[in-house]
C-alpha cells in the first residue's frame, strides 16, 4: 500500500471526529480510533519489507525547481518510530475517550489529535527535507493547539505560547540549517545526502548548519537550555503530555538526530555538541525531577532527563551507542507514557496531582498502583525490566568515554544522573502509593474503568516482555532500527540481562543504592535543594521575550505611529532616495526622437493645468474651490489625451471626471467644507521640498523615457486586432478580447470596490453614526428651490438621449472609440442626473434597480462568455466572431466579446450607481427631508400640491 | 511638446505629493487624483506622443500610435475611480465615527495653530 496514504490519512481523518461528535462521544472516539487503526495496519503492510531491510520510495513531485518534493521512503527508522506514534496513539485514543469530561468540547480534541499524529507521520516517513520542515513546523503548530486545549486555563495558554515560541524559533533556525545541508550536499532528498558523509563533513558550512540544525532538535527534543518549556506544557490535558510530550514530539529532535546520523555524527564538533549538551541535561533535569510535587512536572523533568540520555548515546557517535539509544528510545516511550497515563488516573481519581497530598493510594487502587510500580521500576533502572537493560547499555557505552582528556568524568557524571534516576523513579512510587493513607481526598480515589487502565496495562506488558526476552521481543526490531541509524554495518552485541561483571553493572548497582539513600534523608536533601540558588530559565526566556517585543513594537511604532502622514513621508522619501540612487548609476545623454512642435494651444493648455495644480495644492483649505479646480486638470489631461491619439481615454477620462466630481460633492456634503492650517510653516516648506524633489524627479523621468524610441509591442496588436479579434478599435479589441482576463479582473475589483462603499455607509446608518447623522444640522445654506424646474425637465428630457447616447458608444465600441467602460458610465452618469434633479428619495421611489444585482450579472456575464469558450475546447476567454446577413438590415458582425463588452458595461453601471446611490442615501438621511411628492419644488401641474 | 508634457506631469505629481502630506482625508483624496492624473498620463506616455494617429484600423493608413498603453491606462482610469471612491467615503466614515477628519494620528493636537476655527458637527449639534 501507498506510503503518502498513511501520511495522508490522519490529515483526511481528522475531520471525521469534529463531525462524529455530533453523533456521540463513543462515535467521535471510534472514528478517531479507526482512522489511526487503518493507517496502523497499512504502515504493517510494510512489515515484512522493513525487516528483510529493504527501503521503500514513492514520490511526486511538486515544486521541483525548489526541490521541494512530496517523497516519502520507509526504512526501520522511519517504520519504528511511526508504529511508536500510531500505536501509541491508538492507546491514547482510548484513554482520552475515559479521561476527558463531559463539557470538553471533543472532537476538537480528537481533531486536533489526528493532526498532530499526521503531520508527526510525515516527519519520520519524508524522505526531503523541506517536506520534513513543513511537518515539523505543523507539529508545532498542533502541539500549541492541543496544549492550550483548555482555553480557560491561564497557564494553559501560557504553556502553549511558549511552546510554540521556542520550538518554532528552533523550527526557524533548523530550516537555514536544513537549506545549508541541501545546499552542500546538492539534493534535499535524505537517502541522496544521507550518501554524502565526506562531503558534507569537509566543507566549511558543516560546522554552521550542524549548529542550526541541532537548534530545531535540542528545542523540540527539550534538550538544556531550551529545555524549559517542557515543564510548562504540561498544563496540556494528560492524553496530550503522555503522547506527545514523552512518546512522540518531544522525540522528533532525537528522531532527526538518529535520521542524520550517518552524516553529522562522527566528528569532535559532533561528540563535544550533542554528548555534553545531553548528558548535562540528562544530569540537571534528573536532579530538578526529584524536588517537583506536581507529578506530571516530576515526569516532566524525567523525561527531559531521559531526553538527554539518548541525545548522550546519539552523540557519543558508536555504532554501539546507536543501538543503545534506539533501545532506550522505545523503552522510555513504553515506560513512560504509562505512566503519564498512570499520573491522569491519579489526578482523575483523587482531584490533586500533588505529591505533597498523595500517599497510601496502593490500597486503594490496586491495579493502578500495580501499573504504577512496575513502569517506574523499569524507569528507575531496575533488573528483569526493559529500562533496565538500554541504562546499562548507556552506562557500558558511558564507561569508556573520555571528554577532553578526562576518562572519569562521563561515567561519574553518568552515574550520577542514574542515581537521582532511582531517586525520583522511587519517590513517584513510595510517595504516592505507600506510606500513610490520606483520607482528606477532594474525591473517592478508586481504581478507574478498564478504558483508563488498559492502555498503559498493555504498556507495562510490553515494559516486562521486553525487560524479560529482550532479543526476543524487540532484538530484530532494534536490529534494523540500529542498522537504519547507523547506515552500515552493526556491531556484535547481544540483548541480555546478563552481561557479567561489567563496570556498568557496578554503576547500575551504585545508582540504585544512591538513589535509594537520597530518598532515606530526602528532608535533609530536599534542604540543600531549597538552599541552592533556583535559576529561572523561563524568568529569562520571559524577560528576552518582553524585550523583543519592546524593541519590535519600537521599531514599528516609530514607523508607522497611526499617521497616515509620517508614513506616506517615509514612503515618498525611501522612494527618492531610491531613484536618486538610480539616476547617479545611469548615462545621462539626452534623448535623440524627433520631437513634437508645441502649439500656441498646446502651450495655453499647459500654463492652465500647471497653475491649476498649483492652485489645488494652495486653496486646498477652502475645499469646493479645491474640487473645482481638480475638475480644470481632469479636463485639461482628457484634451490631452485626445490630442495625442487616445480618443477613447479621453471619452473615458471625462465621464469619469464628472463621476468623480459628483461623487466628491456628495461627500462633501457631510465633510467640513474649510478647515484650519495645521501644519507648522517649517513643515510646510519641507513638504514642498519633498513634492519638489519627486515631482521633478517623475517629470525627468518622463522627459528621457518619451524623447528617446522604445521597443512595442504595438505591431502585434495592431495586426492581429483585426483578423484575430474582429474590430478595427485596436484599444476596445486589446480589453474585450487579447487582454480579456485582465479586464475580468479590473471589473470584479470595481464591483468589490462599490460593495465596499455599500457596506461602509450602509454601516454608518446604524448605532451612534446613525444617531448622529439624523441629527445633522446642515452647515451651509440650503437653496430654496431643492428641486429646480429647469434641471428637472432637461434631464428628464435628456435621459432617453443619454441612453441612447450610450447605447450608441456601446455598440461601435469593437471598431470606433467607444466600448463597454465609456458606455457604462454614460449611462451611469444620465441615471445620477435623475437623483440629482429631483432628490435621492424621489428617485429612489421611482427607480427600483438592485445595484448589487446588476454588478453580480455583469460579472457573471462576463464569466460565462470565457465559460462558452471552455465548451468549444478552447482556453477561458477566447472569442470568436462571424459576418451574418439579414434581410433589409445588411451585413452585420457578431463578436463574442461583445456579450464580454455587456459584462464590463454592465458591472460599471452598477458599481458607479451603487457608490454614488449610496452616499446620496445618506446624504438624504442627514438632510431628514421627507420625500416630496412631486418631481419639482414649484408645482407646475394643475392639481394643487398636498399639503405637507 | 515634449517638455510640455513631462513638465505637466512633473507639477500634477509634485502637486499630488504636496497634498498627500497633508493632515486631513480631504486633501489626501485631492493628492491622490492628482497623483492618479500624473501617473495615468505617465504611462500613457509611455507609448510616445503621437498627433491624428488614433489606433483604430482604417484602410490605406498605415501608421497608428501604440494601442497597448490606452487599453492599460483606460482600465487604470477605472480602477483608481473606484479605488478614489474607496478612500473619499472610508474617509467619510471615520469622519462621522470620530468627528474629525484628521490623519496625522494626533487627534489631541487639533488646536494647534487654529486660523479659522471649525466647529465639528457634534458642537453644531450642541450650538442648535
Known amino acids: 500500500m501507498s506510503l503518502d496514504l498513511i501520511v495522508l490519512l490522519p490529515f483526511l481523518g481528522a475531520i471525521l471526529p469534529a463531525l462524529m461528535i455530533r453523533v456521540g462521544r463513543n462515535a467521535c472516539a471510534t472514528s478517531a480510533f479507526t482512522v489511526t487503526l487503518l493507517a496502523f495496519a497499512l504502515l504493517m503492510t510494510h512489515a515484512p519489507l522493513v525487516f528483510r531491510g529493504e527501503t521503500l520510495r514513492v514520490g511526486v513531485e511538486w515544486l521541483p525547481r525548489l526541490g521541494l518534493n512530496l517523497n516519502f521512503f520507509i526504512d526501520g527508522l522511519g517504520f519504528f518510530f511511526a508504529a511508536l506514534i500510531l500505536g501509541i496513539g491508538l492507546l491514547i485514543i482510548i484513554y482520552a475517550r475515559f479521561y476527558l469530561a463531559k463539557e470538553d468540547p471533543m472532537g476538537t480534541f480528537y481533531a486536533y489529535l489526528l493532526l498532530f499524529q499526521g503531520a508527526m507521520v510525515g516527519i519520520v516517513l519524508s524522505d526531503n527535507i523541506l517536506l520534513l520542515l513543513i511537518f515539523w513546523e505543523l507539529t508545532s503548530l498542533s502541539s500549541f493547539l492541543l496544549i492550550g486545549y483548555w482555553k480557560h486555563l491561564r497557564e494553559g495558554r501560557l504553556g502553549a505560547r511558549m511552546a510554540l515560541t521556542v520550538t518554532g524559533a528552533g523550527g526557524l533556525s533548523m530550516i537555514a540549517g536544513m537549506l545549508l545541508l541541501g545546499d552542500i550536499a546538492g539534493s534535499y532528498d535524505i537517502s541522496e545526502i544521507l550518501k554524502h558523509k565526506e562531503a558534507i563533513q569537509a566543507s566549511p558550512l558543516y560546522l554552521p548548519a550542524l549548529i542550526l540544525i541541532l537548534g530545531g532538535c535540542f528545542t523540540k527534543s527539550a534538550q538544556f537550555p531550551f529545555h524549559f518549556w517542557l515543564p510548562h506544557a504540561m498544563a496540556a490535558p494528560t492524553p496530550v503530555s503522555a503522547y506527545l510530550h514523552s512518546a512522540t514530539m518531544v522525540k522528533a529532535g532525537l528522531f532527526l538526530m538518529a535520521r542524520l546520523w550517518p552524516v553529522l555524527a562522527g566528528t569532535e564538533e559532533w561528540f563535544y555538541i550533542v554528548a555534553s549538551t545531553g548528558l548535562f541535561t540528562m544530569l540537571m533535569a534528573a536532579w530538578i525531577a526529584l524536588f517537583k510535587d506536581d507529578l506530571k512536572g516530576l515526569l516532566a523533568y524525567s523525561t527531559v532527563s531521559h531526553l538527554g540520555l539518548v541525545t548522550l548515546l546519539l552523540g557519543l557517535g558508536s555504532p554501539m551507542a546507536a543501538v543503545a539509544a534506539v533501545f532506550h528510545i522505545l523503552n522510555h516511550a513504553t515506560f513512560k507514557a504509562a505512566l503519564f497515563m498512570n499520573a491522569g488516573i491519579i489526578d482523575h481519581e483523587t482531584g490533586t496531582r500533588d505529591i505533597k497530598r498523595l500517599g497510601g493510594l496502593f490500597m486503594l487502587m490496586p491495579i493502578a498502583g500495580t501499573l504504577a510500580v512496575l513502569a517506574a521500576a523499569s524507569m528507575a533502572g531496575l533488573p528483569l525490566l526493559n529500562g533496565f537493560l538500554s541504562k546499562e547499555m548507556m552506562l557500558e557505552e558511558a564507561s569508556h568515554t573520555v571528554w577532553a582528556g578526562q576518562a572519569w568524568l562521563v561515567p561519574a557524571l553518568a552515574t550520577l544522573g542514574a542515581v537521582c534516576s532511582v531517586a525520583y523513579s522511587f519517590r513517584y512510587i513510595v510517595h504516592v502509593y505507600f506510606g500513610e493513607k490520606r483520607h482528606e481526598y477532594p474525591r473517592h480515589p478508586h481504581d478507574p474503568p478498564f478504558g483508563m487502565w488498559g492502555p498503559s496495562a498493555l504498556l507495562v506488558i510490553g515494559v516486562i516482555a521486553i525487560g524479560l526476552f529482550p532479543a526476543v521481543v524487540a532484538g530484530p526490531l532494534v536490529a534494523v532500527v540500529a542498522g537504519a541509524v547507523v547506515g552500515g554495518p552493526l556491531p556484535d552485541y547481544h540483548l541480555a540481562i546478563w552481561h557479567g561483571l561489567t563496570p556498568a553493572l557496578g554503576m547500575s548497582a551504585l545508582a540504585v543504592a544512591g538513589g535509594l539513600f537520597l530518598l532515606w534523608r530526602y528532608t535533609a536533601v530536599r534542604a540543600i535543594w531549597q538552599a541552592a540558588p533556583h535559576p529561572d530559565a523561563k524568568t529569562a526566556f520571559q524577560w528576552l521575550l518582553a524585550r523583543a517585543v519592546r524593541l519590535a513594537k519600537g521599531f514599528t511604532h516609530g514607523l508607522h505611529n497611526g499617521s497616515l502622514q509620517r508614513h506616506i513621508l517615509f514612503l515618498m522619501i525611501a522612494a527618492i532616495a531610491i531613484t536618486t540612487a538610480g539616476f547617479f548609476g545611469a548615462s545621462h545623454a539626452p534623448g535623440t526622437r524627433p520631437q513634437l512642435e508645441a502649439t500656441p494651444v498646446a502651450i495655453a493648455a499647459w500654463l492652465l493645468l500647471v497653475v491649476a495644480s498649483l492652485g489645488v495644492a494652495v486653496l486646498h483649505r477652502r475645499r469646493l474651490y479645491a474640487l473645482i479646480i481638480v475638475g480644470v486638470v481632469g479636463i485639461i489631461v482628457s484634451l490631452g489625451f485626445l490630442y495625442f491619439s487616445a480618443p477613447d481615454l479621453a471619452l473615458t477620462q471625462i465621464s469619469v471626471e464628472v463621476v468623480t466630481v459628483i461623487l466628491m460633492l456628495l461627500a462633501l456634503n457631510l465633510l467640513p467644507k474649510k478647515m484650519p492650517r495645521e501644519s507648522s510653516a517649517i513643515r510646510r516648506w519641507r513638504d514642498v521640498a519633498i513634492a519638489c524633489l519627486g515631482g521633478l524627479g517623475i517629470g525627468a523621468l518622463t522627459w528621457a523615457m518619451i524623447t528617446r524610441d522604445g521597443s512595442t509591442l504595438a505591431g502585434y496588436y495592431l495586426e492581429n486586432s483585426l483578423p484575430g479579434g474582429g474590430g478595427t478599435n485596436v484599444v476596445n479589441v486589446i480589453l474585450v478580447d487579447f487582454r480579456g482576463f485582465d479586464t475580468f479582473g479590473e471589473i470584479i475589483v470595481l464591483g468589490i470596490a462599490a460593495t465596499i462603499i455599500f457596506a461602509l455607509l450602509d454601516g454608518a446608518l446604524q448605532g451612534e453614526v446613525g444617531r448622529k447623522l439624523a441629527a445633522w444640522v446642515p452647515d451651509q445654506k440650503r437653496a430654496k428651490d431643492r428641486h429646480p424646474m429647469m434641471l428637472v425637465i432637461a434631464t428628464r428630457v435628456m435621459l432617453p438621449l443619454a441612453l441612447m447616447v450610450g447605447a450608441y458608444i456601446f455598440l461601435r465600441g469593437h471598431n470606433l472609440p467607444g466600448g463597454g467602460f465609456i458606455a457604462g458610465l454614460v449611462v451611469a452618469i444620465a441615471l445620477i442626473m435623475q437623483y440629482m434633479a429631483s432628490g435621492f428619495g424621489w428617485a429612489a421611489q421611482r427607480m427600483r434597480v438592485d445595484y448589487h444585482a446588476l454588478i453580480g450579472v455583469g460579472v457573471l456575464t462576463a464569466g460565462a462568455t470565457g465559460v462558452v469558450a471552455w465548451l468549444a475546447d478552447r482556453p477561458f476567454l477566447t472569442s470568436a466572431f462571424g459576418h451574418f446577413h439579414l434581410p433589409l438590415i445588411g451585413d452585420i458582425e457578431l463578436a463574442s466579446a461583445m456579450a464580454f463588452d455587456i459584462g464590463v458595461f454592465l458591472t460599471v453601471i452598477g458599481a458607479t450607481m451603487l457608490a454614488l446611490a449610496s452616499l446620496s442615501r445618506i446624504g438624504r438621511w442627514a438632510d431628514n427631508q421627507s420625500v416630496p411628492d412631486q418631481p419639482m419644488d414649484h408645482n407646475i401641474s394643475r392639481r394643487p400640491a398636498k399639503e405637507h | ?128
Request: aromatic share 8%; glycine share 6%; charged share 15%.
Open chain 2, 1 to 128: 511638446m515634449e517638455f510640455l508634457v513631462a513638465s505637466a506631469i512633473g507639477v500634477m505629481a509634485a502637486a499630488g505629493i504636496y497634498l498627500m502630506l497633508r493632515a486631513r482625508t480631504y486633501p489626501v483624496v485631492l493628492g491622490l487624483a492628482l497623483l492618479t492624473y500624473a501617473t495615468n498620463t505617465f504611462l500613457f506616455v509611455s507609448g510616445r506622443l503621437t498627433v491624428n494617429a488614433p489606433p483604430v484600423i482604417r484602410d490605406g493608413i498605415t501608421t497608428y500610435t501604440d494601442p497597448l498603453p490606452q487599453a492599460l491606462v483606460l482600465t487604470a482610469i477605472v480602477i483608481s475611480f473606484g479605488m478614489t471612491a474607496v478612500i473619499v467615503v472610508l474617509g467619510l466614515r471615520s469622519y462621522l465615527e470620530s468627528d474629525t477628519d484628521q490623519v496625522d494620528g494626533k487627534p489631541e493636537d487639533i488646536e494647534n495653530e487654529n486660523l479659522e476655527s471649525v466647529p465639528t458637527a457634534a458642537e453644531r449639534k450642541a450650538d442648535q
